[in-house]
């Protein structure tokens, strides 16, 4: 039976029983789906026990993801993915996680290397903002869109190894972010779409220079890592097995990598990228009145090519 929407998706083709707002829309092709999102059904029998509110589970090629009032997701070598919803499950929460922790595996399953870090473009190449959950990944990307650097993805960064190294796949055209962020930016969350799930986060839709759908992968120069320090902005190379460890640390849903058995195929994955990007850490102090001269400190940095700019 044929599937109801077809999109791209990060340089996958996915055929979906489920609508995936946010994706880029592609027209049905005779081409066979790289991935296959449907309904049905995928036994949860001890994994929700206690007060969990979400547990997985692998097994060979397989990893289950149960979520507590959601929906148990089942992810298959890296091409396909059931959904069974529970009852009441909100239609935006099953999307939530399917574009989150269930595309979270199926890149590990194809070998697909993936940051969770959102990145814009600065000039014909990108940089990439990690850290730890609250960081503002999204909240630099945003305040960059407004100062000239579009937008390539938000939140989780998916790379293609090239000839030429790591490029970014461009993500759905919108960030996910807080009211407070939001009111900073002179945007209403009232007007936006809520991002699904219990926090106030909401869609922000923005300009992209994308032209079509599944645009070429967009060269990614630097990876700065985001952390928490008093004073001025400064920054700090990173190399070596560091940033090899920085960037396994940041990679999305590292939790699945060991139990998958792909530790070294992640290893390979995270070393390539180090070799080929500059990794730095971003030190500055949180706060909004303090987010011009992180902005700028970022541009002066790229001024001066430490990047690769």
Same mark, same amino acid.
């Given at each position: 039976? $044929?599937? *109801?929407? $077809?999109?791209?998706? =990060?340089?996958?083709?996915?055929?979906?029983d489920?609508?995936?707002?946010?994706?880029?829309?592609?027209t049905?092709?005779?081409?066979?789906?790289d991935?296959?999102?449907?309904?049905?059904?995928?036994?949860?029998?001890?994994?929700?026990?206690?007060?969990a509110? #979400? !547990?997985?589970?692998?097994?060979?090629?397989?990893?289950?993801?149960?979520?507590?009032?959601? !929906?148990?997701?089942?992810?298959?070598?890296?091409?396909?993915?059931?959904i069974?919803?529970?009852?009441?499950?909100?239609?935006p929460?099953?999307?939530?996680?399917?574009? #989150?922790?269930?595309?979270?595996?199926?890149?590990?399953?194809?070998?697909?290397?993936?940051l969770?870090?959102?990145?814009?473009?600065?000039?014909d190449?990108?940089?990439?903002?990690?850290?730890?959950?609250?960081?503002?990944? $999204?909240?630099? !990307?945003?305040?960059?869109?407004?100062?000239?650097?579009?937008? /390539?993805?938000? @939140? /989780?960064?998916v790379?293609?190894?090239?000839?030429?190294?790591?490029?970014?796949?461009? #993500?759905?055209?919108?960030?996910?972010?807080?009211? @407070?962020?939001? $009111?900073?930016?002179?945007?209403?969350?009232?007007?936006?779409?809520?991002?699904?799930?219990?926090?106030?986060?909401?869609?922000?839709?923005v300009?992209?220079?994308?032209?079509?759908?599944?645009?070429?992968?967009?060269?990614?120069?630097?990876?700065?890592?985001?952390?928490?320090?008093?004073?001025?902005?400064?920054?700090?190379?990173?190399?070596?097995?560091?940033?090899?460890?920085?960037?396994? *640390?940041?990679?999305? =849903?590292?939790?699945?990598?060991?139990?998958?058995?792909?530790?070294?195929?992640?290893?390979?994955? =995270?070393a390539?990228?180090?070799a080929?990007?500059?990794? *730095?850490?971003l030190?500055?102090?949180?706060?909004?009145?303090?987010?011009?001269?992180?902005?700028? !400190?970022?541009?002066?940095?790229?001024?001066k090519?430490?990047? #690769?700019?």
């Amino acid at each position: 039976m $044929s599937l *109801r929407y $077809s999109y791209q998706f =990060c340089g996958l083709r996915i055929a979906s029983d489920l609508a995936l707002p946010g994706l880029d829309a592609v027209t049905p092709s005779e081409r066979v789906p790289d991935v296959v999102v449907r309904y049905g059904a995928v036994s949860s029998r001890g994994m929700l026990d206690g007060d969990a509110a #979400g !547990a997985w589970r692998a097994d060979g090629d397989t990893l289950k993801l149960a979520i507590r009032g959601i !929906a148990t997701y089942a992810m298959v070598a890296g091409r396909a993915v059931w959904i069974d919803p529970m009852n009441g499950a909100y239609e935006p929460d099953l999307v939530l996680f399917l574009q #989150g922790s269930v595309f979270g595996a199926i890149w590990h399953q194809r070998g697909i290397l993936a940051l969770h870090a959102s990145s814009v473009h600065v000039g014909d190449s990108c940089v990439a903002f990690a850290g730890a959950s609250g960081a503002g990944k $999204s909240t630099i !990307a945003a305040f960059l869109t407004r100062r000239g650097c579009p937008l /390539v993805s938000d @939140d /989780v960064s998916v790379l293609s190894m090239t000839d030429h190294g790591p490029a970014v796949w461009p #993500g759905p055209h919108r960030l996910k972010l807080w009211e @407070d962020g939001l $009111s900073e930016l002179g945007e209403d969350a009232s007007s936006l779409n809520h991002a699904g799930g219990r926090r106030r986060k909401y869609h922000l839709p923005v300009a992209t220079p994308r032209l079509a759908p599944g645009d070429k992968p967009v060269p990614l120069t630097a990876l700065y890592l985001i952390e928490d320090a008093e004073g001025e902005p400064r920054f700090e190379s990173v190399t070596g097995l560091d940033a090899i460890h920085a960037i396994a *640390r940041h990679t999305y =849903c590292p939790e699945y990598v060991s139990a998958l058995g792909l530790d070294a195929q992640h290893f390979r994955l =995270c070393a390539r990228t180090a070799a080929r990007i500059a990794v *730095r850490r971003l030190r500055r102090q949180r706060g909004f009145a303090h987010m011009d001269g992180v902005l700028h !400190a970022l541009e002066a940095d790229w001024q001066k090519g430490v990047s #690769g700019m």
